[in-house]
């Protein structure tokens, strides 16, 4: 069997590459494009200085480790050298840092660049010692390029006095020979601000945090490596998913500490695990830590302590009650902490929460305060999160006393019977608590399904059901409130809205006895809150006709403390089925109490002025009717939806009185209105070519019928479309003509049209309103070789059509040719073409006398 | 859009490394108008830092005119003037050594083998470091010789970047007398001998180490007879171009790339630097539209902490205008907003109280155009002297 690949947490180099290549997430994009620049720069005149940009942990050397490992290919290797320098060395000057590459190339390539240059220059004055060793550098370099790979740049900008930057910049200016591949923790001012010496020297690449997904594709390919089939397929589980979206929130998207949690996850014993660890941060991480703390007013090491003690992301306003100060305090030094890269934050609603922008920081400083062996809270909340309490009881079990890794299980199953929360459900709620329905990503969707599976609570469920909702996603709604609606933890009250909204689902879908019958659940559950029952006689009535839904919008309108919109919504709904069983009085009394109420919705107020315009206009009060939809037009707030609706009825009310121009007015605002829905909007169109058909020809109308013809389908706009098709036929012949006697813009014009009346079924009308129209191109000024050029227009531009559909104007055309040869040679001779029934059909269109039987 | 047809070889973004001479494109026009002007005199090059003045030098150095020799330097690693006069020594003998008998007055000054004992100094064979000013005297009369030997119309060009650095090193480190001699010298050395000219730039300007000279009693004026230069942005039709093959080099997916490339090239200003860098920070993954730069852009630009630090240009109104700043800002606002905007517009936005002299305003003004906030078109009106800078004076004063 083949030794586990070992996987460094803290020096990704003494890994070996092809391990490094193979749990690569998230940065293939970044590390082959930074590989591209570099072989440019070795091949190239052009050179590049690279920079990446992360904090502790990002994963910068485990990136500059694979640029150097793909860069070792045999065709670069005459061509470059390469100098990596230690992480922590540091230079004062110029001559040192020059020193600093010139002993690495010694190290690599020690009969290329020999050790005794260096030795050579003790005694040298440093202005002849820097000289010196930079024309020996320059000469054993020879024409190749010199790629130095430098870690933590920003700490060697801090060491080198401005003067000794200049130097270095001037010796790369002036020997182009140099590519740079550098990191750092973050953007600093030597390379960011406009009057430093390397402002703008680098390209800057700043390394995302790892997304859950990518977390989960790291722990993966970690699992791959290491033949962890188990693990592997654990975490393609849901379950897996929601773990690893769990401790996402713990890890912060740091590769580091992903490896870190790697190594414990299929571990049953931490034995020789734990001990080594805590040495390691401890040595590695600590003294960076607290020497950066250092640098800190006391309030804002307070702040960070109190962050690292919480572990998880707060806002302010706790952080304030936490350190006793004043928001407008502890504000002012977030704002400072956060542009010294300590912390990061995110707003959440109105909140903003702040959390370490390092967690690996959190994981050192309680190394330095563990002075009593108390287990790392990091990696117990890992263990709490990841494991099952069954998990940890078992592996305790397995586990002496005495083992170093039984702290940490014991703690973490004192957590569990201390009552505490589930870990792994409080941080995935966390993240979706304040999250509106209609905000959540894939990420947070993954996380509250992930959530709803586990824990299985109603709550969880139909916090689910509503992001499911906001989605529009009806089947997975359904399911997520058919779970609560199921559940025997549920209580009346989260039944009662999950059957509320399951039915609402269900009516999306198209279910509607589905959805009644779960609105007339609601209703005969007993003791539920008014709101809801109100809102369930409303949805069921609005499902309802006659006198089942007047009786259901009046249950809605008795309940007493109903919500206003649900009154609001009964009122209306029961107007209009008043209107529409004709008790105009008692339809027109309930709109006007809609208008009336105080604090009714825009759209409310607006919809209830629609139904009482069309109530009076029905009662021959066109004044009135005009009159209030004028008023619903003019509603403030109101939605482009219903503005739509608006217009578009007093567009139609107006064509009915006379007073056509404004009515296409309105009717134009409907088409050009966003948001405005697509059924309204067909029917404006309709009305407007209608309007256009009966008076007269214009580009415009030619517009709009293509407009109208192009809206897509819904259920409702074939009934629009399909009684107009005669008429736009006619009107697209009579328009193609009259706008243009250029034979190609009519082919183009009828390749535009023929597909949009294929869709709606009217190729047959048009065929048949092409032939009709033969007396009035008779009647036309255009000449006979138009004639021609016309039915070759019809013909070019049948390409466009099926050949089912080209079958389908093959007759038309035929009697087009055939009539066009009659106009040109006034024969009836010409006719003879066609078949009897056809010569019939055109003999009647063309005025001419019936054929005489021999 | 018509196509541009493109000369230049496959590239791909570099900002702020060093690019190839055959990549550096789009100054082909300025350059054959600097050699030209090279002839009469020498000249001082100035602009924005980032703007391309170095690249300007390499693509000078890497083709000059037949007849032309050339010596290029980055000087602001220098910090005395003996160390200068060994750089302008040890780079006139290496520009030569391939045409010509080499610099005999200096050899004769340093002797047979001290001439060759170069190691930060130029030693006399006592070893003692030669006299600077003597170094360059003679490195200078050589060079002429050296010209005038090789025929008519042959000359040396020197290019000396960092010149400002250089100075302000020289005057920390040994004495800001010491930087006006450095000064003197050069005018005088340019002065004497017609078969060398100077072309000297720098990331700050030149005027802001001379008024810090002058407020030490230096009375001279180094520059007088230089033309002076401001290559500025590269034309449009350059700068869409340049962004355009760039988008392509780099592999970024794009639906209509003479669009993107306009949109890119003049949100930039089409300043080359920030072309190569928008283009590098454009993601791969999804496809570029025009929105998408803008976006991009208004992100890196106003993010927390960024690495266009277009916040400098609000900081410094203080230092350089004082008690005139608020009166700065008034005038950035208003074009910023409305450009261009000729006096008279700019004196009503700034001017509702009356309270500033028309004299005071006109002033502010040259400065301002002086340290490239504007600029003034033909047609007499101000307007920002780089659209980045509008933009982001737009967005971090909450302008609309």
């Not at chain 1, 402002?199 to 977390?215: I, K, M, Q």
């Not at chain 1, 890992?382 to 170093?404: C, K, M, N, T, Y």
């Not at chain 1, 009535?541 to 009046?554: N, P, S, Y």
């Not at chain 2, 060009?157 to 005057?171: A, H, K, T």
Request: proline fraction near 5%; include cysteine.
């Amino acid at each position: 069997m083949n030794e586990t690949p070992f996987l460094s947490h803290f020096s990704p180099q003494w890994t070996r590459p092809e391990a490094l290549e193979q749990i690569l997430v998230q940065r293939e994009s970044l590390l082959s494009d930074s590989v591209e620049k570099i072989r440019e720069s070795i091949v190239t005149g052009n050179k590049h200085h690279l920079l990446f940009i992360g904090s502790r942990g990002a994963g910068k050397t485990h990136l500059i480790t694979l640029i150097h490992h793909r860069l070792q290919q045999a065709d670069l290797l005459d061509r470059a050298r390469f100098a990596w320098l230690n992480e922590d060395e540091i230079a004062t000057s110029f001559l040192k840092l020059l020193v600093l590459i010139y002993r690495s190339l010694s190290a690599r390539y020690p009969d290329e660049f020999p050790a005794s240059t260096v030795r050579a220059l003790a005694g040298l004055e440093a202005l002849a010692a820097e000289d010196k060793l930079g024309q020996s550098l320059l000469r054993d370099l020879g024409n190749r390029t010199l790629v130095v790979l430098m870690e933590n740049l920003d700490s060697l900008f801090r060491t080198l006095p401005e003067a000794e930057l200049l130097r270095w910049r001037a010796f790369v200016q002036n020997h182009p020979v140099f590519a740079t591949i550098g990191t750092a923790q973050a953007l600093f001012s030597g390379v960011s601000e406009r009057t430093e010496p390397f402002f703008g020297f680098f390209d800057t690449r700043h390394l995302e945090p790892l997304s859950v997904e990518d977390a989960r594709l790291l722990l993966k390919n970690i699992a791959r490596l290491q033949e962890k089939t188990d693990l592997l397929e654990f975490l393609e589980t849901p379950t897996g998913k929601a773990r690893v979206a769990a401790i996402h929130d713990l890890a912060g998207g740091n590769p580091r500490l992903y490896l870190i949690f790697s190594e414990f996850l299929n571990r049953t014993a931490l034995n020789e695990l734990v001990r080594p660890f805590e040495e390691m941060v401890d040595r590695q991480l600590t003294s960076y830590y607290q020497e950066r703390l250092r640098w800190l007013t006391p309030l804002q090491r307070e702040i960070v302590q109190l962050l690292c003690h919480h572990g998880r992301p707060i806002p302010v306003k706790q952080i304030a009650e936490g350190l006793f100060t004043s928001q407008g305090t502890i504000s002012g030094q977030l704002r400072q902490l956060r542009e010294m890269h300590y912390l990061r934050f995110q707003s959440l609603g109105r909140e903003v929460f702040y959390e370490l922008a390092e967690p690996l920081m959190r994981l050192a400083l309680q190394v330095k305060e563990t002075h009593n062996r108390k287990p790392l809270a990091l990696i117990v909340d890992f263990l709490r999160v990841w494991h099952d309490r069954q998990d940890i009881e078992q592996r305790l079990a397995q586990l002496g006393s005495a083992s170093p890794d039984h702290r940490y299980y014991a703690e973490a199953l004192a957590l569990l019977e201390s009552g505490a929360p589930n870990l792994r459900h409080e941080i995935l709620r966390e993240g979706l608590d304040n999250l509106s329905p209609d905000a959540c990503d894939d990420e947070a969707l993954i996380r509250a399904r992930c959530l709803a599976e586990e824990s299985d609570l109603p709550a969880d469920w139909s916090r689910f059901g509503w992001i499911q909702w906001a989605r529009k996603e009806w089947t997975e709604t359904i399911q997520a409130f058919t779970r609560v609606i199921d559940s025997k933890a549920a209580s009346v009250a989260e039944v009662a809205l999950a059957l509320n909204m399951r039915g609402a689902a269900f009516s999306r879908f198209g279910s509607t006895e589905e959805a009644i019958e779960d609105w007339t659940r609601v209703i005969r559950l007993p003791g539920i809150m008014p709101g809801l029952l109100a809102w369930s006689f409303v949805q069921r009535g609005t499902h309802l006709d006659g006198k089942e839904a007047i009786a259901d919008f009046t249950s809605a309108i008795e309940i007493q403390d109903a919500p206003a919109l649900a009154l609001e919504s009964a009122l209306i709904g029961r107007g209009f089925q008043y209107g529409r069983a004709e008790r105009h009085d008692e339809a027109i009394a309930d709109l006007s109490r809609v208008v009336d109420m105080p604090g009714v919705s825009a759209d409310g107020a607006a919809l209830a002025l629609i139904g009482r315009s069309q109530q009076n206009f029905s009662q021959g009060r066109e004044d009135e009717a005009i009159a209030d939809i004028s008023r619903a037009i003019g509603v403030e707030g109101i939605s482009a939806e219903r503005l739509a609706l608006a217009l578009c009825y007093r567009g139609h009310l107006l064509s009915l009185t006379d007073e056509p121009e404004t009515a296409v007015a309105d009717l134009t605002k409907v088409i050009q209105l966003p948001g405005a829905s697509t059924v309204v909007i067909s029917q404006a169109l309709s009305l407007i070519a209608l309007f256009h058909a009966h008076s007269g020809l214009s580009e415009l109308a030619l517009q709009n019928l293509a407009s109208l013809l192009a809206t897509p389908c819904t259920v409702a706009i074939p009934k629009v479309i399909t009684p107009g098709i005669p008429v736009y036929a006619e009107q697209v012949i009579q328009n193609i003509l009259a706008h243009t006697t250029d034979p190609q813009r009519w082919t183009t014009r009828l390749r535009e049209f023929l597909p949009l009346f294929a869709r709606h079924g009217g190729l047959a009308q048009l065929g048949d309103a092409l032939v009709q129209h033969l007396p009035k191109l008779a009647a036309s000024p255009l000449n006979h070789d138009a004639y021609d050029a016309w039915a070759t227009a019809w013909s070019e531009a049948l390409d466009v059509l099926s050949p089912e559909d080209q079958d389908r104007l093959e007759i038309p055309l035929r009697l087009l040719r055939a009539g066009i040869d009659y106009l040109k040679t006034q024969h009836a001779g010409s006719l003879l073409v066609l078949p009897a029934e056809e010569r019939r059909i055109l003999r009647q269109t063309l005025g001419l006398p019936a054929e005489t039987q021999e | 859009m018509r196509h541009v047809k493109y000369h230049h070889p496959q590239m791909s973004s570099n900002p702020g490394g060093q690019l190839a001479p055959n990549q550096i494109v789009g100054r082909d026009d300025l350059i054959a108008s600097m050699w030209s002007v090279l002839k009469g005199r020498s000249i001082y090059m100035n602009d924005l830092r980032r703007i391309g003045k170095t690249q300007i030098m390499v693509k000078m150095h890497a083709a000059p005119p037949a007849d032309w020799v050339t010596a290029k330097c980055d000087l602001g690693g220098i910090h005395t003037a003996a160390e200068f006069a060994t750089q302008a020594y040890r780079l006139s003998a290496a520009a030569l050594s391939r045409t010509t008998r080499v610099l005999r007055s200096m050899h004769k000054l340093l002797g047979q083998a001290g001439g060759l004992e170069i190691a930060g100094l130029v030693k006399l064979p006592d070893g003692t470091p030669a006299p600077w000013k003597e170094v360059l005297r003679r490195t200078f009369a050589d060079i002429e010789e050296a010209m005038c030997d090789q025929g008519p119309g042959h000359r040396m060009l020197f290019l000396w970047d960092e010149v400002p650095f250089l100075l302000s090193n020289i005057s920390h480190r040994e004495s800001p007398e010491v930087a006006m001699q450095v000064l003197d010298m050069l005018r005088a050395l340019g002065q004497d001998h017609d078969r060398i000219r100077l072309l000297l730039t720098g990331s700050i300007g030149l005027h802001h180490v001379l008024t810090g000279l002058k407020a030490q009693g230096y009375n001279g004026s180094p520059l007088n007879r230089m033309d002076h230069i401001q290559p500025g942005p590269l034309t449009p039709k350059h700068g869409v171009e340049l962004a355009r093959t760039l988008l392509q080099g780099d592999g970024i997916r794009c639906d209509d790339w003479d669009r993107c490339a306009t949109e890119l090239a003049s949100a930039v200003g089409h300043v080359p630097f920030y072309i190569h860098r928008l283009v590098s920070r454009l993601p791969k993954a999804d496809a570029t539209t025009p929105k998408t730069i803008q976006d991009l852009l208004d992100r890196e630009i106003t993010a927390d902490t960024n690495d266009w630090d277009l916040q400098h240009y609000r900081d410094r109104l203080r230092p350089y205008y004082g008690p005139d700043e608020k009166l700065a800002l008034g005038v950035l606002d208003a074009v910023a907003v409305n450009e261009p905007l000729d006096f008279q517009a700019i004196r009503r936005e700034v001017n509702m109280s009356g309270a500033v002299d028309d004299e005071r305003l006109r002033a502010l003004l040259k400065l301002l155009c002086q340290d490239h906030y504007l600029t003034r078109t033909p047609e007499n009106q101000y307007r920002f002297y780089l659209s980045l800078i509008r933009r982001w004076w737009r967005l971090n004063r909450s302008l609309s």
